[in-house]
């Protein structure tokens, strides 16, 4: 399953992102992972959560952050939950038809591991194609 969040900024994803978040520490029965640039939810995320700082580890594009989420599942079978804050930032792209076809591949390791992901994009929603409004 995905759920995507999308919005301009002041819109409030990063406050929905973090109570999110946070109800997953009780609601998910494995582990929740949460990948952000910058540190900014250091402070308002439970210590449960194994926050990634993305920067350290240079994920520059959509290919890489396939490689890196697939790393961390199969380095932890227990995974449950996966946030992503700011994916767009993160990979450095405006989020174009990469997206649609990032999110494709998501929704099908998702379905194939039994994995939620929840995605924040700092974008408008009226520029979101329809391959992404349907995670909307």
Known sequence: MIKVIMGVKG???TKQMIDMINAAV????GNVVCIEKGRKLTYDISYHIRL???EQYNISNFE???GFISGLYAGNFDIT???IDS???IVSSDCGPELDSF???LDGFAERNNIKFTISISADESVASED????F
């Open 87 to 89: 994916l767009c930032k």
């Open 11 to 13: 819109t409030g994803k």
């Open 52 to 54: 990634v700082e993305a």
């Open 26 to 29: 009780n609601n998910e029965h």
């Open 64 to 66: 890489v952050m396939r």
């Open 81 to 83: 939950h996966i946030f």
């Open 103 to 105: 999110l494709a591949w």
């Open 132 to 135: 992404v409004k349907k995670y």
